[in-house]
């Protein structure tokens, strides 16, 4: 793992360093972690909305984990850190492993009480980091806290009048106890990740984080959901058949994620039939989407009963 220090306590370097880098700065109370793979566009946008939260450093640090990305990532991270040089900034880069490897390598470079996830796909609005830190100062019972994706404006892709590209929300009306929280919009206190352990490095896709909230929940965590801490999906940059690859490749981590909590996946041909009708009466791009997640899904349950 290579990793590049961009504190404004010391000039951005072009050169990346072996080891840790040591900081004499006062540890932040939050760091937000951007994992990130070949998506250097997007992780500009992503970076500059969390330059714009309310709450300023040194209150929170923004982590950047690179994936093994082939892009300018690193260049996109550097141009951001110079470009505001009043905000702590650290990049990581990591060998190509997927979501929840990148993950476990913030939490460990992370040195906040509080590790929230940002994708790179997302804006987080100017209140989100405030939000987080009031959500749980309000609830120390809480083991996290976490809200919905909306759809970020000027989405790419048609859909009919009832349906979202990016939308997710869990079914909790307004705010309340919860037993999970959405991978791209959660921040988990450090004493649970410590105490549940890292997430499932062999999952990167659909339901990915699901299988470490099986297990906090098992150990009796509780999380807060938060309707209010909404965070901006963006899907504006992505054609239909871009977005059905994407949630193919999703897809194929449900099964394998439902495997390890122990609760067998099945197919449902009758729902993902539904999802191609609707695409096709409705003239709908989220149908053909869930459509080709679906078919991820089956793609991967298949795989599995033939290593039987």
Partial sequence: MRREGLRRSKPCRAARQ?????????????TVVVPTWNRAGLLTGALQALGEQTVEPPVYEILVVDDG??????????TFAETHPELDVEYVRRPNGGINAARNTGIATARGEIVAFVDDDELAPSGHVAGILENLAAHPEASGTGGPYLDAPHGGVRTCDQCSLGAARLPIIGAGNATSLLGGNMALRRTALEAVGPFAESLSGRADELEWFSRAGTA????????????WHRRDTMSLLDMCRSQFRQGRSLPRSFALMGDPWRPRPVLTARYVVHGVRRRCGKGFILASRDAGSL????GLRLKR
């Fill in 69 to 78: 990305s082939k892009d300018d990532t690193a260049g996109a991270v550097q």
């Fill in 220 to 231: 009796g965590h509780r999380f807060w959901y938060d309707q209010s801490l909404f965070i």
């Fill in 299 to 302: 793609a991967s349950w298949l």
């Fill in 18 to 30: 072996d080891g840790p880098v040591e900081s004499t700065q006062r540890a932040p109370l939050l």
